[in-house]
């Protein structure tokens, strides 16, 4: 790992407010290893969940003398009032700045003992994990019916910074043609499509060249259309309508991926975004199994993940409802039996058994690097507890991390996933080729601002990870129910 991922330890009078915040999460952490309640300091740094906010957010800024609003909302002003609908709003409504505004606190409306469960409606999360649309988040962070607390000058200042990068991000989008947002992106996929007969007819082949030329075109395009693809749909980052965004959605999540997209939806977009390395929330240890050593878990382990994802995926449908469930049965079972179907009669295999054996070589071909990446970006960066988590430019800087451009990886992960998921994560809607165009202004920005902006190869991540293997995959807090797509 880059020596720049190892802060320093400063004087307390050359600390940024993101380090002070760093150091206070990691005493209250080892407060908690070793039984002990918060400190009198952590307790009064709790930060109290904001209100539900509208589709898109706008920035709460320090007024201007004679300014008002106006200068603010030049650019922000995303969603607010009347709100008009995805398929006719502007391209840069489909922008999450991820900051909350300041309101009336929140409710409980859920019926005591009833859970409404995860559902695909696409709510937007703002920046400290709240939900538009009507979704509720776990109840132990909601706020009382009647406790209002002011944000500190601190957090104005933060909101501020997230209010300026994304009032720049805004621009880019603004003059970006529908081509830039989406058409690049949706083009890749289709042409995974397009090159798919060709892996099927390659496998009829007896010589080896060919066939393994095959598996190689099948093992590329199905992680270019569950991971990319599945991923900018869970995000409805495909298309401005959010209608064709739900159907995206499940074909990729549930025909493709074999997976539950309401559940899948609710565990990447609502916890994993609206809380990123926030402890048992969305620490990210997705893939986590410290029964495992760290070569079995790192170099064998990735390759049953095409078995465990649909068995994952029916353990989770008793948490939605029944038409739901029904529906997801129905599109996994199109999804592999269509995949089994074209290996024997276009491929031309002749038993079941050496069928399922291609189905799942070329469905475990880039689960390595899939597994590496989702553990790479977070694991190993700063964690912070629920009430101690700082706001969301400082979350992202500081928790997300940025590997180096792959032609494989960007083709079949995609730009967000690889080498762009600190711009991922500050404006998620945003499409894999629009994450690529803004990383300039987003990097620089950071490092005006003296923001940590994390980088690093992928070899130096795997040394690291095999080196400090008990320290991050074991003995790290646990987290549970995250599989699926990161």
Not at 100 to 107: D, I, L, Y
Not at 301 to 319: E, F, Q, R, W
Not at 354 to 370: D, G, N, Q
Request: hydrophobic share 35%.
């Amino acid at each position: 790992m880059s020596s720049s991922l190892i802060p320093s330890t400063p004087s307390p009078r050359e600390m940024e407010p993101w380090q002070e915040m760093l150091m206070e999460n990691q005493d209250l952490y080892q407060e908690r290893q070793k039984g002990k309640p918060p400190s009198e300091a952590g307790a009064a740094r709790t930060e109290p969940l904001q209100k539900d906010s509208p589709l898109n957010h706008g920035v709460e800024q320090p007024e201007p003398p004679g300014e008002g609003r106006n200068a603010q909302e030049k650019g922000e002003k995303l969603g607010q009032g009347d709100t008009p609908s995805q398929e006719t709003a502007d391209p840069t409504q489909q922008l999450q700045t991820g900051i909350s505004r300041a309101g009336p606190p929140e409710q409980e409306v859920t019926p005591k003992g009833q859970d409404p469960g995860p559902t695909l409606n696409h709510p937007v999360l703002d920046g400290d994990g709240n939900t538009s649309g009507g979704e509720e988040m776990p109840r132990v962070f909601q706020r009382g019916a009647k406790e209002e607390v002011e944000p500190p000058e601190e957090g104005r200042r933060e909101e501020a910074l997230m209010g300026e990068l994304s009032e720049m991000v805004q621009q880019v989008v603004k003059r970006s043609s529908w081509w830039e947002r989406h058409g690049i992106d949706d083009c890749i996929i289709a042409l995974n499509f397009l090159i798919l007969p060709a892996g099927f007819l390659c496998l009829r082949s007896d010589n080896a060249l060919p066939f393994l030329l095959g598996i190689f075109i099948l093992g590329v395009v199905h992680h270019s259309v569950t991971v990319k693809g599945s991923h900018l749909a869970s995000h409805n980052a495909l298309t401005e309508s959010k209608s064709w965004g739900k159907v995206w959605a499940i074909f990729f999540l549930e025909i493709c991926s074999a997976f539950t997209a309401e559940q899948a939806y609710y565990n990447h977009v609502k916890l994993h975004h609206g809380y990123t390395n926030v402890i048992k929330l969305g620490d990210s240890s997705t893939w986590k199994l410290p029964f495992l050593n760290r070569y079995v878990y790192m170099f064998i382990a990735p390759i049953a993940i095409p078995i465990l994802t649909p068995l994952v995926a029916l353990g989770l449908l008793k948490d939605v409802e029944l038409k739901t469930a029904l529906r997801t049965l129905c599109c996994m079972f199109l999804g592999l039996y269509s995949h089994y179907w074209l290996l024997v009669n276009v491929s031309g295999f002749q038993s079941v058994w050496s069928a399922l054996i291609c189905m799942l070589i070329t469905r475990s071909l880039l689960a390595h690097p899939y597994i590496h990446v989702n553990i790479f970006q977070h694991i190993g960066l700063p964690m912070f507890s629920a009430d101690k988590k700082p706001k969301r430019i400082h979350l992202m800087s500081l928790g997300v991390l940025n590997l180096p451009r792959n032609a494989l990886l960007d083709w079949s992960f995609g730009h967000s996933i690889i080498n762009c998921h600190v711009e991922h994560h500050l404006f998620p809607n945003l499409s894999d080729n629009m994450c690529l165009k803004i990383k300039p202004i987003v990097s620089q920005y950071l490092k005006k601002k003296k923001l940590p902006y994390n980088e690093d190869s992928y070899m130096s991540r795997l040394r690291l990870f095999l080196h400090r293997y008990e320290e991050l995959m074991v003995n790290a807090p646990p987290i549970t129910e995250l599989v699926g797509i990161q």
